[in-house]
C-alpha cells in the first residue's frame, strides 16, 4: 500500500479565498451569510438567506476559448485547481500529461444557466440560447472535465456528483486511487455555484433558515433555536500525492491522508441515519489504523437541520463519547454542497497545522435533543492534535468520513 500526502491546497468560499483571509473570519467569527434581495422575485420561496463568494473572476490569461465550456461551477473548479497544483509545485511538469495524474472530483449538479436554455427549448420550444457548450456546462462532471482539458491531465476521472459528499468522495476516491497504485498524483475535491434553485430543493422540505433579515444570526448548527440550513458556494481542490514521489521532488506537505470510509443508509432519500453515519466513521478509523481517542477534532457535518443535527450528533458520540472537540464550518459559509468536503477538510487541515480550531458561529444553547459532544463554541481553542476527522452526509443517504493525519 502506497502512503498518501496532501502537498497542494486552494478554494474558493464566502468568507475568504486564501487560508490567511479564512483564517481571520474564523477567528473573529465573521460569517459570509447575506441576504438575497435578487430573490425577492420569487413567489413562494421563503428563505432569502445565502453564502455567495465575492468578487470572484477569472483571471486575464484564461481566454474566451478556455472558458466557453465553463460555467461558473466548472470555474470554480478549475481556477481553485491551477491554485493548488501552483501551490503543490506541479503547474508547469511535464508530469500532468503522462497519464499518472488523475481526478476526482464532483459537484451537485451542473451550471444552472445552462439548464435555463434547455428549459426554454422544452417551455417555449425554442432553441434559442443553446450552443455546442450548453450540455457541457450543465452535465454533472463538468468541473473535472474542465480541469482534465484545461490542464492536459490524462489519469483517471472520477467524478463523483453525490450531492453534499462530492467534495468528500472525491478526494477519498482519489486518496484510494494512489493508496493502491493506480496513480501517482490525483486532483481532488468539489464546487459549486449559487442559485436560487438550490435553495428551493430545502426550502420545499422546509429545511431552510428563514431569519431573512437577521443573516448574521443564521444557520446555528446544533442550537436549539436554529431554524434550518442556509445555501453557500465555492471550490476546493487538494493534490493528493505518493509520498515517495512527493519527497523525491522535494514538495511540501500539508498532511498525510490516512483513512476514508464511505457507505449509503439504504433506506431514504432525504432522512438521516444515525447508524450507517457511525459505520462510516468506525470505517475510516479502521482504514487509518487509529482509534477513536486519537483523533484530537472531528469537523462536523453540522447542518442546522433538526434532524441532520440530531442524528451526526447522536452517531458522533456512538463513536467518540463526548469529550472529542466539534465544530461546524457551515456555520460561516452556510452549506457549500458540492464544495463543502473539500472546503472542510482544507480548513480543518489547517487548523491542525495551526493548533487551533474555530468555534461553530451562533451556537449558544445546545439543542438538548442532540447528543452531548465537546461542541467548540463562542471562541476558538488550541488543540494540538496528531489527527482530525471530516466528515460529510449527503441525500440519497450517502455518507464519508476522511482522517487527516499531522505532518512532522
Avoid at 470555474?75 to 497544483?85: D, P
Avoid at 506537505?253 to 457507505?263: H, S
Amino acid at each position: 500500500m502506497k502512503r498518501v500526502v496532501v502537498t497542494g491546497v486552494a478554494g474558493f468560499s464566502p468568507i475568504g479565498n486564501d487560508w490567511q483571509t479564512i483564517s481571520e473570519s474564523l477567528r473573529t467569527l465573521k460569517t459570509g451569510i447575506v441576504r438575497m434581495d435578487e430573490w425577492d422575485i420569487y413567489d413562494g420561496l421563503n428563505t432569502r438567506l445565502a453564502a455567495p463568494v465575492l468578487d470572484f473572476t477569472m483571471p486575464s490569461h484564461y481566454k474566451r476559448k478556455d472558458l466557453r465550456s465553463m460555467g461558473r461551477v466548472a470555474q470554480f473548479g478549475v481556477y481553485s485547481t491551477e491554485r493548488a497544483l501552483a501551490d503543490a509545485g506541479l503547474l508547469n511538469s511535464e508530469e500532468l500529461g503522462q497519464g499518472q495524474v488523475g481526478i476526482a472530483f464532483g459537484s451537485s449538479a451542473g451550471d444552472t444557466k445552462a439548464f435555463i436554455d434547455f428549459g426554454n427549448m422544452l417551455i417555449n420550444h425554442s432553441s434559442d440560447g443553446l450552443n455546442a457548450n450548453s450540455y457541457v456546462k450543465m452535465m454533472a462532471h463538468t468541473a473535472p472535465v474542465n480541469i482534465g482539458v484545461y490542464f492536459g491531465l490524462r489519469g483517471r476521472v472520477i467524478t463523483t456528483s453525490s450531492a453534499c459528499t462530492s467534495g468528500s468522495q472525491g478526494i477519498g476516491y482519489a486518496y484510494e486511487s494512489i493508496k493502491y497504485g493506480m496513480q501517482q498524483v490525483m486532483v481532488a475535491g468539489g464546487s459549486e455555484g449559487l442559485c436560487a434553485t438550490e435553495a428551493a430543493v430545502f426550502d420545499t422540505l422546509f429545511a431552510t433558515s428563514v431569519v431573512n433579515d437577521t443573516p448574521e444570526l443564521s444557520p446555528r448548527p446544533f442550537d436549539k433555536d436554529r431554524d434550518g440550513l442556509v445555501i453557500g458556494e465555492g471550490g476546493g481542490t487538494l493534490i493528493l500525492e505518493e509520498l515517495e514521489h512527493a519527497l523525491n521532488r522535494g514538495a511540501s506537505i500539508y498532511a498525510e491522508v490516512v483513512g476514508f470510509g464511505t457507505n449509503s443508509d439504504g433506506q431514504h432519500v432525504t432522512q438521516p441515519n444515525a447508524e450507517t453515519m457511525e459505520v462510516a466513521m468506525q470505517l475510516a478509523l479502521s482504514d487509518a489504523q487509529v482509534s477513536a481517542t486519537d483523533i484530537g477534532y472531528v469537523s462536523a457535518h453540522g447542518t442546522a437541520t433538526d434532524r441532520g443535527d440530531i442524528a451526526e450528533s447522536h452517531a458522533t458520540a456512538a463513536v467518540f463519547g463526548g469529550n472529542t472537540p466539534i465544530s461546524s464550518l457551515k456555520s460561516y459559509t452556510g452549506h457549500t454542497l458540492g464544495a463543502c468536503g473539500a472546503l472542510e477538510a482544507w480548513t480543518a487541515i489547517e487548523m491542525m497545522n495551526d493548533e487551533w480550531f474555530c468555534p461553530t458561529a451562533n451556537l449558544v444553547n445546545v439543542d438538548p435533543e442532540c447528543a452531548e459532544l465537546d461542541y467548540i463554541m463562542e471562541e476558538r481553542r488550541s488543540i494540538s492534535t496528531e489527527y482530525v476527522m471530516s466528515n460529510n452526509f449527503a441525500f440519497g443517504g450517502i455518507n464519508t468520513s476522511l482522517v487527516f493525519k499531522r505532518w512532522n
